[in-house]
Nanobody, 121 residues
C-alpha cells in the first residue's frame, strides 16, 4: 500500500508559478512510476506528467510541455510538479498517482486526494 498526500496548491495570477508536492508513505516509493493528473468539474481526469521510478524518464502532455517540470526525490519519498507560466486553463484539482514501473499499460494503482490550483486572469 502507498498513501499519497498532495500539497502546494492555491490561488495564483496568470503568468505566476506554483510547486506542488506529493509525499508518499512506505518504503517502496522508489519502485513506483509517479504521475500528475488534473480534473475540472464535468471533465475527465487529464494526464499532466509522469516520471519513472529512478527519475531518468519523464513525459508531459502537450498542454503543459515547456511550462511544467516533474521531479522526484526518492530519499524524501516525494514527487514535485513545478508549474511556471500558469494560465487560467490550468485551473483544476491536481492529483498525484503511483503505478508499478514495469506496467506497460502505464496504469496507476494509488491516488492522492488532490489539491486545488486556481489561476486568475
Amino acid at each position: 500500500q502507498v498513501q499519497l498526500v498532495e500539497s502546494g496548491g492555491g490561488l495564483v495570477q496568470a503568468g505566476g508559478s506554483l510547486r506542488l508536492s506529493c509525499a508518499a508513505s512506505g518504503r517502496t516509493f522508489s519502485r513506483y512510476r509517479m504521475g500528475w493528473f488534473r480534473q475540472t468539474p464535468g471533465k475527465e481526469r487529464e494526464f499532466v506528467a509522469r516520471i519513472s521510478s529512478n527519475g531518468g524518464s519523464t513525459a508531459y502532455s502537450d498542454s503543459v510541455k515547456g511550462r511544467f517540470a516533474i521531479s522526484r526525490d526518492n530519499a524524501k519519498n516525494t514527487v514535485y510538479l513545478q508549474m511556471n507560466s500558469l494560465k487560467p486553463e490550468d485551473t483544476a484539482v491536481y492529483y498525484c498517482a503511483a503505478g508499478y514501473d514495469g506496467d506497460a499499460f502505464l496504469r496507476y494503482n494509488y491516488w492522492g486526494q488532490g489539491t486545488q490550483v486556481t489561476v486568475s486572469s
